[in-house]
C-alpha cells in the first residue's frame, strides 16, 4: 500500500557547509596573488537564501569536443553537437541594500583539455580556467553546483536570459515557479525569441556585450529587464511595446539600436549606392 508521507527532502548542504564553501579560498590557494573577487558572499544572518529571494543568473560554457560532422552528397552536416563543459557561473542580489552586487562568481576548474573556449560567447580567455595561470576565484564544478543546488533547495528564484536551457547544461532541476526567463517574458508565441544584446539596447538604452561578453553583466542586465518588464505590464503597454519591437526588427533588423532623446529607436540611416 503506498505511503501517503511526503518525500523527505534531503538537504544537500547545511548553511553553515553553504556558508563555508561561500567564503572559502580559490584552488589557487589563500596566498596566491590575484585581483580582488569581484563578489560579495551572502551574508546569512541578513541575506539568507529563503523562498522567494530574487537572484539573477548567468552561466557560461567551453567546448571540450569539436563538433562531429560528415559530408553527405558533398553537403557537410553535423552529426553530433559540441560536448560543453560548465566554466562559468555568476550570481548577483536581486533585492535588497546590495540588489546588482554579486554574490558568487565562480571560474571552474578545467578537468578535461578545453578544445575551444568560444570566447565570442563566453567571455572565457585560455588560461582562465587553469590554477597556475587563471587570474580569477577557481573552483570545483562540484562546488559550483553544490551552491546553486543550495539556493533552488531554499526557494530561491532566478532571473536570466536563456536560463532554462542553462539549467538543463548544468543538469540542475529547478521548480518552474523559480525560473525568471526573459527569452520568455519578451517574446510573442510562435514568433522569434530576442538576444539580451538588442533587448538591452531598445529597453534600456544600454550596449552591452560591445568588446567582450561577462557573465556578471549579463546577469544585471537580465535583472534590469525584469524590473523593466514589471514597470510595462504596471503601465498596461507591454503588449505594445512588443508590437513595437517585432515591427522594428522585421523592418531594419535584431542588431542593437541607437535611442533618440525621446527614447525612441533611431532608425539607421541608409546609404545610398555609390557613396
Known sequence: HASTEPPVVQEVLTPEEFRRLCTAPPLQGPHAKLPP?????????????????LLALDAEFVALTPPEKTFESNVEVQIRQARLGLA???????????????????YVRAVDPVFDHLTRYSGLLPGDLEIPTSRH????????????????????????????????MINLVV??????????????SRQRKMSLRFL?????????????????EDACTALKLYNKYKQLVGAGTLNSTLTDMYRWGKQY???????????????????????
Open 88 to 106: 562559468r557561473v555568476s550570481v548577483v542580489r536581486g533585492e535588497g541594500p546590495l540588489a546588482g552586487t554579486p554574490c558568487i562568481d565562480d
Open 200 to 216: 538591452a539596447s531598445y529597453l534600456l538604452g544600454v550596449n552591452i556585450q560591445a568588446s567582450t561578453h561577462d557573465a556578471i
Open 175 to 188: 521548480p518552474p515557479e523559480q525560473v525568471v526567463d526573459t527569452v520568455e517574458l519578451f517574446s510573442f
Open 37 to 53: 573577487f569581484r563578489f560579495k558572499p551572502l551574508d546569512l544572518g541578513s541575506e539568507a537564501p529563503r523562498p522567494g529571494l
Open 137 to 168: 576565484y577557481l573552483t570545483t564544478v562540484k562546488h559550483a553546483y553544490l551552491k546553486l543546488r543550495y539556493l533552488v533547495d531554499a526557494g530561491c528564484v532566478f532571473v536570466g536570459h536563456g536560463l532554462k536551457k542553462d539549467f538543463r
Open 253 to 275: 533588423g535584431w542588431e542593437p539600436v541607437t535611442l533618440g532623446r525621446d527614447g525612441r529607436p533611431v532608425p539607421p540611416v541608409a546609404v545610398a549606392p555609390g557613396i
